[in-house]
């Protein structure tokens, strides 16, 4: 079982859970960290303190304050408004990761979310109930708030999702699966669980996952072909490339180097011809520029992965800051 904390989610773990149905908890330390926000949520309302999406409208009605009875059916209301995404559905391995990452989003404690109603996203994780999240829709520079409208339905009975292989109504998997869906939202979760960067990140954790394996078979591929055709193997020294001051391209040398490592069917300078072709002897500075690119990428969505990306932001002061973290 993986444990998360808000902070040190990466794209193995990601996967894992997300295509080999590991397991996930919550850390101690991190359900704390979500009891606080909540109990901050609750002083401003009992304070009267006007917060943006806590008892307010939403988008240009954010000045219109609204009774505090009816603030539960606000957010579920958000939820049904914006649940409508179109296309084809996303794979399950792209909803999982939403649901993961948005977990791992509310549990730094900055959302002021139910613990309850993390816990039931986890229990769905866990249970294997899979929301029906269409691939079209999302406003990117307000976030993703189609996408993850359609993932969060479910923890409410509405909606669809995928079950044991089928798509059912949410309340008909929920129930097979054995999961209590919360009664109502309270205020501010609605708006919680939608307004983030989820659906794209998680897309983009397993463009990068598969991206790495065909990095490493471009490597496989190209050592194969210095094989075939007795490559000369000086190219990949290490001075070579450390004079050329390019980490990828040192990385890519280096990995040729331990690929080529005892082969018979390569050959040294001199010893068959002077040089190779360029489609030889540049692998390192080709593939170097890739695995750059890669790294960069990858750097932001693994900081991405475990980012607070909602708006308002409930400080530890029991103040909600309207910002824009939510864009994506």
Do not use: W
């Amino acid at each position: 079982m993986i444990e998360l904390s808000g902070h040190d989610l990466n794209i193995d773990q990601c996967v894992d859970i997300c295509r080999n149905r590991r397991k996930v908890k919550i850390s101690d330390a991190a359900m704390q960290r979500v009891r606080t926000s909540r109990r901050a949520v609750e002083a401003m309302l009992e304070r009267g303190t006007v917060a943006y999406g806590v008892n307010t409208g939403f988008g240009k009605l954010c000045d219109d304050i609204i009774p505090a009875d009816t603030l539960g059916e606000l957010q579920e209301n958000l939820l049904k408004s914006h649940a409508c995404g179109i296309g084809e559905p996303f794979g399950e391995d792209i909803v999982r990761g939403m649901m993961l990452l948005r977990v791992n989003a509310l549990i730094k404690g900055y959302s002021g979310v139910r613990a309850e109603t993390v816990e039931t996203l986890v229990e769905m994780l866990n249970k294997g109930v899979t929301p029906v999240v269409y691939e079209q829709g999302s406003l990117g520079a307000s976030g993703d708030l189609v996408p993850l409208a359609h993932m969060a339905l479910p923890l409410i009975g509405l909606g669809e999702a995928d079950y044991g292989g089928e798509r059912l109504p949410a309340s008909a998997a929920m129930r097979k699966a054995g999961i209590r869906p919360l009664e109502r939202l309270e205020a501010k979760e609605g708006l919680a669980l939608i307004n983030g960067t989820q659906a794209m990140c998680s897309v983009s954790v397993f463009a990068l996952y598969d991206m790495r394996r065909l990095i490493d078979a471009a490597h496989m591929g190209a050592a194969l072909s210095f094989e075939a055709l007795r490559g000369i193997v000086d190219v990949f020294e290490e001075t070579v490339h450390d004079i050329r001051n390019q980490k990828g391209q040192i990385e890519s040398a280096r990995r040729m180097r331990a690929l080529l490592e005892g082969s018979s069917n390569t050959t040294k300078q001199g010893e068959e011809r002077v040089q190779d072709a360029y489609a030889l002897r540049c692998v390192p500075q080709v593939h170097g520029a890739v695995l750059d690119a890669f790294k960069h990428v990858l750097d932001i969505v693994e900081r991405e992965m475990n980012a607070m990306t909602d708006n308002p932001v409930i400080l530890d002061d029991e103040r909600a800051v309207s910002a824009g973290n939510f864009h994506g």
